[in-house]
């Protein structure tokens, strides 16, 4: 693929992305200040009654979501979301170095990776309002780091474990769901959710909470109370907060069955699950039978 046509795509993507970033950000070369809007990111949030707001903005979409307990880590692994940054939209480049292109500015490529790989480049974080010079290299990389806004290992605590693994790395690499930050604020986070982190900088507070709205929709993945209530609060400061762009579901909902069983349903094997439009079948649906479930996932006849 022409090199070109590859740049152009990916500043597209960011002018895009661009108003969501937008801060007050001092310019120029690498600056060391922070923002006189920060506050710890571990502040105690203090519990707003979520409410529906104008339709389109994230308070809306935040009352879509559901409410549930957080369910065991137990059985995560980094790669059941894809064996690292992958290139899924068939553009030539890895997830990273694409999210990279779509944040930095002024930033230079690697000679012969067709403007693939980033070399360095200036960050606008918009976790802590400061401007972050970004260097491709052993012990420099670091600085700067893409964020799952919405953590792989949260993901995979309110519903990712149902999913099967393209479903996944498509998560894991949906550029809706990735940012450029400051690399310790990243690690600080960790896979804390709105109710146990959030960012520094307080003017990036509500498009981050809406970003999270926008995926959790997107991907049907659930919250928790605590997570509801406090991005309620912090939408309640921007109730007008539209979705960012392109939030769509990216998961569309399973198409429902030709044939719906009636709670009498009984299948011999899968074949007749699959005639009758039911596969594939689930533990507590009509007709279910653990002969079904070679696996012991919960699910039968997947294939």
Sequence with gaps: MPARPLVRTRRLARATVAPLLALALLGGCAVEATSGDETSAEAPVEAAAPSDGPPGTALAALAELAVKG???RTGYDRDLFGNGWVDTDRNGCDTRNDVLARDLTGETFKPGTRDCVVLTGSLADP???????????EGTSEAVQIDHVVALSDAWQKGAQQWDADARARFANDPLNLLAVDGPLNMQKSDGDAATWLPPATSFRCTYVARQVAVKVGYGVWVTQAEKDAMATVL???PDEPLPAGAVAAVPPAPAPAVLPDASASYANCAEVKAAGAAPIRVGDPGFSPSFDGDGDGVGCES
């Design 236 to 238: 309640s400061a921007c």
């Design 127 to 137: 976790y802590s309002g400061r401007t972050i010079a970004f260097q491709r290299g």
């Design 70 to 72: 957080r369910a065991p």
